[in-house]
């Protein structure tokens, strides 16, 4: 089976082979569902902001067969473990193991009245794992998407990014927003994906032929990553409980402006201060972007990458020594348009903008200056905007 659009036919080879393997020959059905690299907009989507993502070739793959006794039977290629549930048994909150993902999604089908069957799935994927690259929301979607197709379900993108969202709020117990899921079940082919995530409109923008987006994976992974995240979480709803009191019109730090937070800096913890400072210029940040991408203007681009990279590293304080190194080298790169961390931050990856016909010897170069100074297993790889998640015929 091969997938022109850009998944990797090995890693599809691998998981039917799997399925064959544990659960006989009868052909399956692939849902795939693609990870993301978030170009800018970053900490801004749980504050009712906007953000631009783009879906990458890396994708989560659930290779299924309906099975018709409301059992749940998966198998994990990276853990080579298999583990049965039953539909009707499943509580939230269910945990944080691998296979917490996909019966967290089968709950909230289930808390929603959508009913879905059984399934025997395999699971497997080559997203990196706690890289920033949303490996939890391709696996949400990929379940989605095979829930879906087995219980002849509509396909509604924007209701499984918000039920995938439920799963991982309400039965993984990670608070986090609706980006992810977004950009991998939304997302469009050559499109990076501008959200708006309080109206939750969104609007594709071209990535223009002479830019390539450059994943950054440093090779660092830090487990403090969670707690550190609802704590930024927290900072910003209190800058906003404070700020309401006076200014009824704010709900979220997406209404505040500089010159608010300026005014009443004086009723505000300093350490929350410096956050807000973070997220209110941030959130202007995607919809300039989204415009100077489309007007090709990938020096503008850059910039606003770079900008949001030190506003995250001195501001919110959620980048770390590994990111600022390899975001530094690639700016040094006369080929980087601009340079930034991706995702929750702490580790894991950053995104580059570079010049299409200088990716090459832009990735060797940057790869080499870094693992000359950090001893991780750090990679770096181009990446075209792909689709969001679909079955595979
Ligand atoms: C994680 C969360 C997203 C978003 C980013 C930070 O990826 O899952 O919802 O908050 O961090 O921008």
Redesign the pocket.
């Given at each position: 089976m091969t997938d022109s659009l850009g998944i990797d036919p090995a890693l599809l080879e691998r998981a039917t082979a799997r399925f064959a393997e544990r659960f006989g020959d009868a052909p399956p059905t692939v849902a795939v569902a693609p990870g993301r690299v978030?170009l800018i907009?970053?900490?801004?989507?749980?504050n009712d902001g906007f953000?631009l993502p783009m879906a990458i070739g890396r994708a989560a793959v659930v290779v299924f067969r309906p099975r018709n006794d409301r059992t749940l039977r998966l198998h994990a290629v990276a853990f080579d473990e298999t583990k049965e549930l039953a539909l009707d048994a499943l509580t939230a909150p269910g945990g944080d193991e691998w296979y917490s993902y996909v019966a967290g999604v089968a709950w909230a089908f289930a808390s929603e009245g959508l009913v879905a069957p059984g399934l025997d799935a395999v699971v497997d994927g080559d997203v990196p794992l706690g890289a920033?690259l949303?490996s939890?929301?391709a696996l949400e979607m990929a379940t989605a998407r095979a829930l879906a197709a087995a219980g002849d379900l509509e396909w509604d993108p924007v209701r499984m990014a918000l039920l995938g969202q439920k799963a991982?709020n309400q039965y993984v117990g990670?608070n986090?927003?609706?980006?992810?899921q977004f950009a991998s079940a939304v997302s469009r082919a050559g499109h990076a994906l501008l959200l708006d995530c309080r109206s939750l409109e969104t609007r594709p923008v071209p990535v223009p032929d002479d830019a390539e987006v450059v994943v950054m994976d440093t090779g660092a992974r830090r487990s403090l990553a969670g707690s550190a995240?609802n704590d930024r979480r927290a900072a910003c709803e209190r800058v906003v409980a404070r700020l309401q009191k006076g200014n009824p019109s704010v709900k979220a730090l997406r209404d505040v402006t500089l010159e608010l937070l300026e005014r009443e800096q004086e009723r505000l913890d300093p350490v929350d201060l410096k956050r807000a400072r973070h997220v209110v210029p941030e959130n202007t940040r995607p919809v300039q972007m989204a415009d100077a991408l489309q007007a090709s203007n990938l020096e503008e681009a850059g910039e606003l990458m770079n900008d949001s990279h030190f506003s995250l590293r001195d501001l919110y304080e959620v980048s770390c020594e590994e990111l600022d190194l390899i975001t530094e080298i690639a700016r040094e790169q006369p080929s980087c348009f601009g340079a930034r961390m991706t995702?929750?931050?702490f580790g894991g990856c950053a995104v580059a903008l570079v010049k299409a016909d200088a990716t090459d010897s832009f990735c060797d170069t940057v790869l080499t200056a870094y693992k000359a100074k950090i001893d991780l297993p750090a990679a770096l790889y181009p990446c075209r905007p792909m689709p969001g998640a679909r079955l595979l015929v």
């Open positions: 978030n907009g970053e900490h801004t989507d749980y953000v920033g949303s939890s929301a991982e990670m986090c927003g609706i980006m992810d995240y995702g929750a931050g």
